[in-house]
């Protein structure tokens, strides 16, 4: 959840570190703090606050040395004070430490320190790593490193400075930490977009790793001690890519990169009647056909996108689908084995949940296959393969441009496995990779729209709830479009299945209550909706309804209505999200909320 930065150079580090990291203040950004060295002296600053609030308080740059960490904080263990900011230090004030992840027998550790003499000034569980790395110096800070590592149970990405070393030690165990390759200089960081204005090389550091990083060097080791071989990989996104190019938000600019991330997404995947995801999913014909049941496993937006999979895959291909939270997969004796396909669906790739329920799958034998953005990520590592949503960097909080790409990989998954099952004839898969070519520019139409649904957030923004209602595969789409707006403005809102409504959630319906429909014309649900309209009008309830292009009846029923165009039905929730994410958008604009960085929430949720 926090952000780490770190760099050893020939030049001085602290505008450079700085710089670095405000672009992971996304990842957590209740406190910040930075320790430089200049081989003379360590000296840290830190406080309480976002990153620019902060800066303007202490004034980061005045650190001075070659060599140095920041960090910025999403508080887990210990309340957000000053103190318990990073970096953290021992009792000599020697070594300085900035940690992400959690301890898990930190109170044992703690008693064992101060029974030793050690006195703790945070109430944090990081701390305990400072003092065992100073009880176990002899001299060589990589070998402190090694020992204090040997002794801690948990979670952590760390990065470890010492007075008397030029070089960053780095350990990582199930929280992400990457190396990067500069030229005359290295970088440690919690998340590539720190550094990709310096490196697009970089080595990810595996679980029980640890890095020693000079200004000219990189050694890996494992937790043994023994040197570890490590490949150099590049990155394909670039440091423009990860900049809000003139949007006010990373959330808007990443709603509106929606047509080019789904392109992304498609390309190379597709010829006109294919889907060319064979090695990608790494599964013979003989292993699709005797899969019996297929479980999504993910957490907040991932699973939602797994509700449409689940719709999807059932629909076309009549494998049975189970969507679990991954958070709750693993507590209740789940059923898979080796006939079942795990589909663990994650933006960031390291949300602890998800890597914990991939690893029951796993242990029951069943064959894990992830769907990631992230490369280079642990539930990418811990997955039997990989489909990629290649949508480009996800920065605001708010999850918008990764969800329409995993309802793309998961489609594309959907129309592979029907086809190897011969459930779907080879004209119904052309008909189908026709259908999904059109939904880029399908998107780009309702963006182009955008100002009608600004106009909707100014007729709304003060009201204190809201309802959304969806049927069929658009009830995972009421259930997001109440999630990106409870995210960035704050407002109470819930979704339902529509018909739900009538038994208990139209006692909430008055005058005041916005219910925001998604209404879309299809032959299957449609006149229920219309039936739920009217039952929220007649109570005297607001109605906002995404609606199909075209549909002048509904039009003239509902007092606003946003209209998507018309594609096949289980492509429907890529069009109705688009404008739900907008309106989440502009009602949080007018808020005057912190849009990409809402209160209490971080990036990727590192911990379980
Ligand atoms: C919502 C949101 C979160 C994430 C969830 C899983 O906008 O971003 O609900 O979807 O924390 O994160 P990933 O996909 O990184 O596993």
């Known amino acids: 959840m926090c952000g780490i930065v770190g760099l050893v150079s020939k030049r001085e580090v602290s505008k450079i570190l700085l710089e670095c990291i405000r672009k992971l203040e996304y990842r957590g950004y209740d406190s910040v703090g930075m320790v430089c060295c200049d081989g003379k002296d360590i000296c840290t600053k830190k406080d309480i606050g976002k990153i620019d609030e902060v800066d303007k308080k202490v004034n980061f740059i005045e650190l001075n040395g070659n060599m140095g960490l920041a960090h910025s904080r999403w508080s887990t263990h210990g309340r957000t004070t000053k103190e318990n900011a ?26 064992e320190l101060i029974k030793k003499g050690h006195k703790f000034s945070t109430e944090t569980d990081t701390e305990v790593i400072a003092h065992l790395i100073e009880e176990n110096y002899k001299g060589d800070l990589k070998d402190a490193v090694l020992a204090a590592v040997g002794k801690i149970e948990g979670s952590y990405g760390l990065g470890v400075v010492h007075k008397n070393h030029d070089e960053i030690v780095a350990a990582r165990n199930e929280s992400p930490l990457i190396v990067g390759i500069g030229d005359g200089e290295n970088f440690i960081c919690s998340d590539v977009p720190a550094i990709l204005k310096y490196t697009r090389n970089v080595v990810y550091l595996g679980n029980e790793e640890v890095a020693v990083v000079t200004t000219d060097k990189v050694e890996f080791f494992d937790v043994n001690g023994e040197w570890v071989d490590k490949k150099v990989e590049k990155i394909d996104w670039d440091a423009e890519q990860a900049q809000k190019q003139g949007y006010k938000h990373f959330m808007l600019k990443e709603i509106f990169e929606q047509p080019r991330a789904i392109s992304e997404t498609i390309n190379g995947r597709l010829d006109d009647s294919d889907i060319l995801i064979k090695d990608e999913i790494g599964l013979s014909v003989d292993e699709i056909k005797k899969v019996k049941k297929i ?3 993910a957490c907040g937006t991932g699973w939602h996108a797994g509700l449409v999979g689940e719709f999807m895959i059932e629909e076309l291909t009549r494998i049975p689908v189970e969507v679990e939270y991954a958070s709750e997969f693993r507590y209740r004796n789940p059923i898979v084995d080796k006939t079942t396909i795990v589909i663990a669906i994650s933006q960031s790739g390291e949300t602890a949940d998800t890597l914990a329920a991939m690893k029951e799958a796993k242990k029951k034998r069943a064959k894990v296959i992830s ?4 490369k280079g990520s642990s539930i990418e590592r811990e997955s039997d393969s990989t489909v990629y949503t290649h949508s480009g960097p996800e920065i605001g909080v708010a999850s918008t441009k990764a969800f329409t790409s995993q309802l793309v990989v998961l489609y594309l998954m959907t129309v592979y496995f029907g086809k190897v099952k011969g459930v779907l004839p080879q004209e119904q898969v052309r008909n189908r990779i026709r259908d999904l070519r059109r939904v880029p520019l399908q998107i780009q139409s309702i963006l182009e729209d955008s100002d009608y649904i600004k106009e909707c957030a100014e007729l709304y923004y003060k009201r204190a709830n809201a309802l959304y209602l969806g049927r069929g595969i658009n009830y995972p789409i009421a259930l997001e479009g109440a999630l990106k707006l409870k995210e960035v403005s704050y407002v109470h809102a819930e979704g339902y299945p529509a018909a739900e409504m009538k038994h208990g959630p139209i006692a909430l319906i008055d005058k005041d209550m916005p219910v925001v ?10 006149s229920k909706i219309l039936g739920n309209i009217e039952e929220t009008k007649s109570r005297g309830g607001i109605v906002i309804a995404i609606i199909t292009k075209g549909d002048k009846g509904l039009k003239e029923k509902v007092d606003t209505n946003v209209h998507i165009p018309k594609n096949s039905y289980i492509l429907t929730p890529l069009l109705s999200v688009v404008p739900l994410q907008l309106l989440a958008y502009y009602i949080a604009d007018k808020r005057g909320c912190d849009i990409d960085k809402p209160r209490n929430l971080a990036k990727s949720v590192t911990v379980e």
């Open 295 to 297: 479980v999504i496993v």
């Open 371 to 374: 769907i990631v953005n992230v």
């Open 517 to 526: 429909f998604v209404a879309t014309k299809d032959d299957r649900t449609y």
């Open 86 to 111: 990073h970096p953290h230090t021992d009792c000599t004030g020697d070594v300085s430490i900035v940690h992400n992840g959690i301890i898990e027998n930190h109170l044992e550790l703690k008693e």
